[in-house]
């Protein structure tokens, strides 16, 4: 018998990784890679977001705001944090006036829009007309940069305690299930 070494971690996604592909864009120009974070999913222990997007705009230094005119309106998005690996890849991101940027802001739908909390538990979201998302270490656009823009996004990763429930509840019901049949026997 021969004996295959296994790697398994050639199949991992792992954030910032040094891939090629993730960080050069068409042109041979280096896209920017974003982490973005939010007061409110981490206040409410958000790891999950799935959002209705009808505009997006870039908020500057000087606290004016740029809309980003290309942006498909209604776009059904769904954001997950730098624990799952995945992140968004936005094409056309940095059509922005030169300057510095300390924000995204996404402005919602009232309608499909949910928060996935720390504990696997889903809540459907209706409070917020716009998300504000602060850009880490902030972003400056010169004008000469590539077009894309990676941005990932900084939530709580998902508790362990929710897998065990889960899994707990699944034993519940088949206890239940043995005890109403082996009750159906006796009689």
């Not at 059904?76 to 799952?84: A, D, E, F, N």
């Not at 538990?121 to 000469?144: A, C, K, M, N, W």
């Given at each position: 018998m021969t004996k295959t070494k296994f790697y398994p971690s050639i199949w991992q996604t792992?954030?910032?990784?040094?891939?090629?592909?993730?960080?050069?864009?068409?042109?041979?120009?280096?896209?920017?890679?974003?982490?973005?974070?939010?007061?409110?999913?981490?206040?409410?222990?958000?790891?999950?977001?799935?959002?209705?997007?009808?505009?997006?705009?870039?908020?500057?230094?000087?606290?004016?705001?740029?809309?980003?005119?290309?942006?498909?309106?209604?776009?059904k998005l769904t954001i997950k944090g730098l624990h799952t690996g995945h992140f968004v890849?936005?094409?056309?991101?940095?059509?922005?006036?030169?300057?510095?940027?300390?924000?995204?802001?996404?402005?919602?739908?009232?309608?499909?829009?949910?928060?996935?909390?720390?504990?696997?538990?889903?809540?459907?979201?209706?409070?917020?007309?716009?998300?504000?998302?602060?850009?880490?270490?902030?972003?400056?656009?010169?004008?000469?940069?590539?077009?894309?823009?990676?941005?990932?996004?900084?939530?709580?990763?998902?508790?362990?305690?929710?897998?065990?429930?889960?899994?707990?509840?699944?034993?519940?019901?088949?206890?239940?299930?043995?005890?109403?049949?082996?009750?159906?026997?006796?009689?």
């Amino acid at each position: 018998m021969t004996k295959t070494k296994f790697y398994p971690s050639i199949w991992q996604t792992i954030p910032y990784s040094f891939d090629v592909i993730d960080q050069w864009d068409a042109e041979g120009k280096r896209t920017k890679d974003l982490v973005l974070k939010s007061n409110i999913a981490s206040k409410q222990g958000v790891s999950e977001m799935t959002l209705n997007i009808i505009k997006l705009s870039a908020i500057g230094k000087d606290g004016k705001e740029h809309f980003i005119e290309d942006f498909p309106i209604r776009a059904k998005l769904t954001i997950k944090g730098l624990h799952t690996g995945h992140f968004v890849r936005s094409k056309s991101a940095i059509q922005l006036n030169p300057g510095e940027y300390t924000s995204f802001r996404f402005y919602l739908d009232k309608t499909d829009n949910s928060f996935v909390y720390t504990d696997r538990t889903s809540e459907p979201v209706y409070r917020f007309d716009h998300l504000d998302f602060e850009i880490e270490d902030g972003l400056e656009v010169q004008g000469d940069e590539a077009r894309e823009v990676i941005l990932r996004f900084d939530f709580e990763p998902y508790a362990l305690t929710g897998i065990l429930k889960s899994i707990q509840q699944l034993f519940k019901k088949s206890k239940w299930f043995t005890t109403k049949l082996v009750h159906s026997f006796g009689n």
